[in-house]
């Protein structure tokens, strides 16, 4: 994720969003648990009692599309909140309102374990799930929201989720893929590791590209 420090930030507003990045480690080998998974021969494909996703038929050809859309790893990180447009003092404000708190914060120690898809309506996404000290984790993830209240900022605390969006499924996935992908999952337990900061980020367009840029990161404990 590339970095862009405050100081040298552009003058105008951009939409900042509050988030959890796990270390490059971490995310390194969820991605290499997902990558080992391929697509189930759609000659023995079989209907799914868990995802509502279209059946593969007997002697189908090989879709065009690929079984999931993997987001980049530079990309992976877990929402904690959207703060909205700010400017350079806004992002220098809340920064300094986090940090106060967050250094009375307890860092959770975490693991990537298991996996979902299609959590809710609408979703499009296949989910890796964490594991450890939660209870703290979903602390940080509260107490970011309630330590900018007293600055005006009233966001919304309800997008944080206890697991990370990892792909999303294309027009041509079946149940198949996603049972694959998701059965890796819940066999895969990552290494541990200690979540340290929060960290600021607003999305640049490079080229008609998004980038996530990263702010400031707020360390805990």
């Known amino acids: 994720m590339p970095v862009c420090p405050v100081e040298s930030w552009f003058n105008g507003g951009v939409l900042v969003h509050g988030a959890f990045v ?19 021969p759609e000659a023995v494909a079989v209907p799914s009692r868990r995802f509502g996703l279209k059946r593969a038929e007997r002697g189908a050809p090989d879709a ?24 350079r003092d806004d992002v220098h404000n809340i920064t300094a309102a986090i940090a106060s708190e967050a250094a009375r914060w307890t860092r959770p120690t975490l693991s990537f374990a298991g996996g979902t898809a299609l959590e809710f309506p609408g979703d499009p996404c296949v989910w890796a799930k964490l594991d450890g000290d939660l209870r703290a984790l979903t602390e940080v993830a509260r107490g970011v929201p309630q330590c ?52 600021l980020t607003y999305e640049s367009f490079v080229a008609g590209r998004a980038e996530t840029v990263e702010l400031e990161r707020i360390p805990i404990g």
């Open 22 to 40: 796990p270390p490059r480690a971490a995310l390194d080998e969820l991605d290499q648990a997902v990558r080992a998974v391929r697509r189930v």
């Open 148 to 199: 900018v209240e007293p600055l005006g900022f009233f966001v919304d605390r309800r997008l944080f989720r206890p697991m990370m969006a990892i792909a999303a499924v294309t027009e041509g996935t079946v149940a198949a893929d996603l049972e694959a992908v998701v059965d890796a999952l819940d066999a895969f337990r990552g290494h541990t590791w200690t979540l340290d900061s929060v960290v």
């Open 64 to 87: 065009v599309e690929p079984m999931l859309d993997r987001t980049p790893v530079d990309g992976l990180r877990l929402p904690i909140t959207r703060f909205g447009n700010l400017t």
